[in-house]
């Protein structure tokens, strides 16, 4: 644990000089200013909508559940690697053509993913572009990029971005976020924070960066549930952000957050559950629950590769978050998160991140089988990818884990080489040369949980890559995602699909859609055998 928590130590340092240069002038805004304006990629996603609806039949009604699952870090090399370790971990080596359960779905693309400040993004800045739909700065959450990384002081409305929750909350929809992260991080973060720095998850952070100033935002614990009261279901880490440093939390202000929230839901006549401890969840009956507080872990939910028996899956929370949100009359969006993907990838940790991807599949499919896809948008992304790769010539016989037995004996200096390596993180050597792989101690530790694959830049951790990402569709509005995209898009063909803001007034969204519709699907039928009797 304690490498751990030194490499994450490392990144925050790193971030906060990174964001720290961002507002010190040094950094250009945007050549081209109408990036800034969330009307800028409405306008773009309109555009791309209409054309779209002249390539297939327009469903006739809205969505009435649509749910997102973002595999952070999940770019394609993780994909890749995920096939062939799918297969091994079946006992399949070698099986004939090796697929993620979701590469069969009817609707894929590509995705770009840069922001506004740099051309590699952050999970901040990305989960403002995929759940709101506008980009902006590197480690801003839910606001333009007129507002700087690291802005301390209260933001004006015209500022802040709208996510596609708060608007489903808005049409009365149930909405859930669960993740294996912190539910204050950056990526569910992106629902419903506004603020401009990701790390400011409690009041300890904040007063870190900003001081004890009245005119400042609230922190990210502290919007998500003083602020949004409505959602429905919550299930992640982090419940060191809503608990004071007396109950083994992090708060200064000597707040109990979390009890609060029960507290105001039970005032309001709610059926509210807060549960702090993982092995709780997996015993509770959720039966006749609305609102849910699930804060299973006091930072992270562990590794997959590290997780007890009895403690919750992600599989078993998006079980639990869909049971309940599905009994809600209107319909519902999810926000489903594989967050430990992307952390073993900055620790270097090919296999925990890969044994994390499969855990996620797992939720994916699970999650899947629940819903009804015709009236049901599910959609799978990554908010960025990684420094990771694929790479040699590797046998397709042999485990991934393994030496390269094709190119590894061919290496100048006849130390091997492994399949997957990172261009970036802490594995790397400093003024040293590298690790001898054939070393039959090293050898020996290749298929270890803890094993860092090798990675050429010495660095705290492994960086984000900037390649386009995969997008993945399956149920009805599927259809939206033929093409490659930009992750702004995602959000505004969420909002689209269920008729949100600012789609309400779309065809698809009247009374009368169904009828125009079905007339409109009749008369083609009506063409095509026609024409077929005269033939």
Known sequence: MKSISISLFGLAILLTLSFTNAISGKDKVPANKQEILPSFWERLARERIQRTNTYYLKPTKPAKNVILFLGDGMGAPTISAGRF???EMEGRIGAANPMMDFED??????CRTYDLHTEVTDSAS???AYL???KTNTGVLGLTGDVKPMDCRVYKEEERVDSVLKAAIRAGKATGLVTTSRITHASPAGAFAHIAFRDWEC????FKDCGKKKDVPKDIARQLLEDNPDINVIIGGGSSMFYPTEANGQRSDGRYVADEWLQHMQSLGRNAKLVNDSHEFMKTNFTGVDYLLGLL?????PYDADRDPHEASIANMTRVAIEILSRQPNGFFLFVEGARIDHAHHENLGKKSLLDMLAFEEAIREGTKMVNLEETLIILTADHSHSFHLVGEPRRLSSLLDLDEGYGPMTFDNKGMTPLIYSSGPAGKVNETRDNLNNPNITAKLHDKEFKQPAFVPFYSSTHAGEDVGVYATGVF??????????TFIAQSMKYAMCLTPFETESHCSSSSTTLGLSAL???LTIIVIKNNLL
């Open 478 to 487: 599927s259809h939206l995602f033929h093409s490659t995209i930009d992750n």
């Open 203 to 206: 009041d300890t952070y904040m």
């Open 105 to 110: 779905w009817p609707f894929h693309t590509l």
């Open 522 to 524: 009749s008369i083609i």
């Open 126 to 128: 990305s989960a403002t």
């Open 132 to 134: 709101g739909g506008t």
């Open 297 to 301: 872990a006091p930072s992270h939910m």
């Open 85 to 87: 370790f799918k297969a």
